[in-house]
Each structure stands twice: as C-alpha cells, then as structure tokens.
C-alpha cells in the first residue's frame, strides 16, 4: 500500500449521518441499499460532505428526530449538508453534488409496499438539488442490488462497488 | 422502570425470555427443515442481541457479505417486519436438495422452480416460528407474504428500517445456526439470523406476554 493511502483518514457513514472534512479524507458508505447517498463538494477549496439518507422527508417526522439526525432525510440533510459546508469554508456557488444508491431491494417475492422506498429517495434528493440550484455532476441510482460508495475528498472522486 | 432496550442494551429478563422461545422457535424449525428436506439438520443455541441500525456490527457481520434475506412483515398482536438472514450456500445447498438441480451460484434465482423451493424453504422457516412465539405468547401473528433479495447484508437490513420508519432502538437479533447434512454427508452450515423490527408498542406487548 503507498504511503498516501496510508496518510488518508477514513470516515464511514451509517444510517442517518452526515459529514463534512476537507482534504485527505475518504467519506465511505458501505452497502448502501434503498437509502441515497448525497456527496456535495467544492472543488477549489476541497471541501467535501455527505450523508446516508434514509427517508425522503422530515415533514412528517419528529423535530427531535430531524434536529438529532439531520441526515436522515433528504430535505434535512441538503439544508444541514450545506450550511457545514458553508461554516467550513466552502464556495456555496462552487459546489456539485454526486448522488447515488436507492435501489430496490428485495426485487423477488411480493412487494410489501405498492411505493418504491428507493425511488422516492431518489426523487426527493433530485428535487431538492433542484430547488437549491447545486448542480448534478455524477449520478448512479436505481437498480436492484447494493453500492458501496467512497468519497475521495481529495480530488472529489467517488468509486462505487457492487456484487 | 428500565426501558426494555436502550442503547443497545437490553433488559436481562426480557433477552432471557427472547433467548429461551427462540431456542424452542430453532428447535421447531429445525425438524421442520428436516422433514421438508429429508436431511439431518443440527442446531446450536440461539444468542440474542439488541442494537440499532449498526445491529450487523453487533452480531459481528461484515456489511458487504453476500447473503439471502427473506422479509416479511408481521401483523395483528405483534407489529413490525422480520428478516431471516441466510447464508447464501446454505439456500443453495437446500435448494438443490430440493429441486435435485445442480445449482452453483445466485443465477438459480432466476429459475421459476428454484425460487419457489427458496420460497417453500423460507416459508417452512418463518411459519415455524412464528407458530412457536404465537403459541409462547398465547398471540395470533399474521405474516405477509415474502420478499426475497440476494445481495450485501447492510443493504437488507436498512430496507425494512425505511419501509417501516422504525425506532432504530427495536431492533432484535436471534442467531440461529442450523447445519444440514444431505445423503452423501455433504455439511452445509448456516450461521444466519432473524432480525426481528417490532414497533415501540409491540415490544412492550412482547415483555408483558413473557412476564417481564
């Protein structure tokens, strides 16, 4: 392993977290399924954030819930994603966004929903994108199996695994 | 009172009683599986565990592994979803017992005769239990019918998380390892478990039919 590699922290993200850092960090999130994976980044100053979103909107849910795990929704985690970001010495008018992940698994059998949980997720995060003019510059979403996603805060590459 | 699971931790009378219904639970599925397979099939000691969405690093399982999960969602007295996780060669391993096809890796899901002897072996496991804990706890629990996916573990046990939106605080882990040995003695083992999501209300019911 070179010696880069080894200098390189690594932060992994499970259900509900979000983070933001700066340079020789890897954001990972393994065996990402239904669940979306937003990474912002902001590439002059090499700032990057992500987060594991569970569910589509915090509108219905607990304020407790939604100010504890703002990453856990995909409203709450682009507003929260981004004012870290900001706080952390980000160009807000520079960052892109990478989303990745709802899938729809358990694809044999019957559905027990008549809704697609991934593809609200991936609706939710392309609206709200949308809605704050952060333009889409990688995208893999959809399909029936899981992704491991890391995020190389160093140049803002994502390398994506699958079975 | 103790909240019966609070970070992670969980109240010793109520994992004592879970660990004793679910061993007579692998018990019964375990002659069940037997008896649908026509094979020798051994059982250890169940071990229970409660956690939250990390409940993988709990029972120590690496997120990524492969594995079969089998989800259904539990209905009337007791509310919430159940997932068995399977070792995937054990599935395949049963799966060729059953269908007496030489199956070697995940494309035997795309087989119509496969998957329903996936099926048949999934519901044998999940109508065993639930028939054991219904009559433990002296509750009727229906089960929708199944959902089946192949694919990294982590992935199947967040799914049922956002379909129910559940606390993360109700998440409940019996280990059951089951080996089967098929007629030329082939041991195929499985290290597998069952996730158990029961909403806020459903584990207090749970407690109270246990006697805690």
Known sequence: MILAELMTEKAVLNIGNLKVARGDVKLVIYALGSCVCICLYDKTTKTGGMAHVLLPSSKEANKDSVAGEPGKYADSALDELLLRMKNSGADVGNIKAKVFGGARMFAMGTPLLDYDIGRMNIDAVMTGLSERAIPIDESDVGGTFARTVVFDLNDGSVTIKHR | ?212
Do not use: W
């Open chain 2, 1 to 212: 009172m103790m909240k019966l699971i609070n970070d992670k931790q969980i109240d010793p009378d109520f994992k004592d009683a879970i660990k004793e219904f679910g061993n007579i639970c692998v018990g019964r599925t375990s002659v069940a599986l037997g008896k649908m397979l026509g094979s020798r099939v051994y059982i250890e000691p169940p071990t229970v565990r409660a956690g939250d969405t990390d409940i993988l690093a709990e029972i120590g399982i690496n997120k990524e592994k492969i594995m079969v999960g089998i989800l259904m969602s539990m209905e009337e007295s007791i509310e919430g979803a159940m997932l068995f996780i399977v070792e995937k060669q054990f599935v395949i391993d049963a799966a060729r017992i059953m269908t007496k096809k030489d199956i070697k890796d995940l494309t035997f899901m795309e087989d119509e005769e496969s998957l329903s002897a996936i099926k048949d072996l999934a519901n044998i496991m999940a109508a065993s239990y639930m028939k054991e804990i219904g009559d433990y706890i002296k509750m009727r629990i229906f089960l929708s019918p199944m959902m089946v996916g192949v694919d990294m573990v982590g992935a199947l046990v967040s799914f049922p998380l956002a379909y129910l939106e559940l606390s993360r605080k109700n998440v409940i882990s019996i280990g059951a390892s089951f080996a089967l040995v098929d007629e030329n003695g082939h041991k195929s083992e499985d290290t597998g478990h069952i996730i158990v999501f029961p909403d806020e209300e459903s584990v207090t019911k749970l407690a109270k039919a246990l006697g805690i």
